[in-house]
């Protein structure tokens, strides 16, 4: 355990580039050996969307991280957080307690509350646009929720009293989880199941990209799943039921042109007819 705190303690920027890099190229190909579905559609101009939109959460993350360099500091040395206030306990359970409660606040609430707030939707309903859903729809986020999602990872930070390294560890995990599900792969469904009990699988996360609600309002979760089971938001449905993207925008003029993706927060609300 040591060896991994001091790795993450002085992780290079590069590092941390190439785990974000390998992970798309590793589900990118396994994508290719054993598909899900098979999407009629150019995998390279889609992907070059969702890229650009990594592209961009790679930036606003990079510009704001003395942020959150400054809150892990500034929890650790002032013994601030549940896990400054808990007794001396096993590294490893310590490790496992940061990244529970790093997920719950950084990635299920963040989600959760993007879903239940109207303005934080318009952000985060780019990413549900995707209508061929792949490991890299991991990273379509539109910028505005970039920053949003960085707000609740550094109040994440806070409440929890998260160590930089731990942050470190967790950001990595949370990069890796979130290319492999939503990976277009398709596991043995006992497998996936069995994986659904303790982490976000596949399957349980593509219900999430159902086009129509009450799906796209479930299965929130990143890494842990026990969120979604805890909080009565997990649900489950049948693969081949599934269909992706969002019902307001399901013309490809509207989810699959970069420019009007990025217009889409500050354009009128689409109703339904």
């Known amino acids: 355990m040591e060896a991994i705190i001091d790795y993450f303690t002085t992780i290079p920027s ?11 190229a590793f589900f990118w190909l396994l994508e290719s050996v054993k598909p899900l579905f098979v999407f009629d559609y150019k995998k390279w101009n889609h992907a070059g969307i969702n890229i650009f939109f990594t592209i961009t959460t790679i930036i606003v993350n990079f510009v704001m991280a003395f942020i959150l360099l400054m809150a892990a500091q500034w929890a650790v040395q002032n013994k601030f957080g549940v896990l400054q ?5 096993n590294i490893w359970v310590f490790t496992i307690i940061g990244l529970l409660l790093l997920d719950l606040i950084g990635a299920y609430l963040a989600h959760l509350v993007q879903h239940r707030t109207k303005w934080m939707w318009r952000f985060h309903l780019i990413h549900h646009t995707d209508t061929w859903i792949d490991t890299t729809t991991a990273n379509r986020h539109h910028p505005g929720e970039s920053v949003i999602r960085f707000i609740f990872t550094t109040l994440g930070v806070l409440i929890v ?17 979130s290319q492999f599900n939503h990976a277009n792969i398709s596991l043995p469904k006992k497998l996936d199941t069995l994986i659904s009990y ?20 479930s299965n929130y979760g990143n890494i842990f799943s026990i969120w979604d089971r805890l909080f009565g938001t997990f649900t489950t449905l049948k693969n081949d039921q599934i269909v992706y993207g969002v019902d307001t925008h399901m013309k490809p003029e509207e989810n699959n042109n970069l420019k009007n993706l990025l217009k889409i927060p500050f354009q009128k609300p689409k109703k339904l007819n």
């Not at 590069?14 to 798309?24: D, F, S, V």
């Not at 009293?161 to 989880?177: A, D, E, I, N, R």
């Not at 303790?198 to 309002?217: Q, R």
């Open 161 to 177: 009293g998260s160590p930089m390294w731990l942050v470190f560890l967790y950001q990595s995990m949370s990069v890796v989880f």
């Open 198 to 217: 303790v982490i976000v699988s596949p399957d349980m996360h593509k219900v999430h990209h159902h086009y129509v609600l009450p799906y796209t309002d």
């Open 14 to 24: 590069l590092h941390r580039g190439l785990i974000l890099a390998g992970g798309i």
């Open 85 to 89: 206030w808990l007794p001396q306990i």
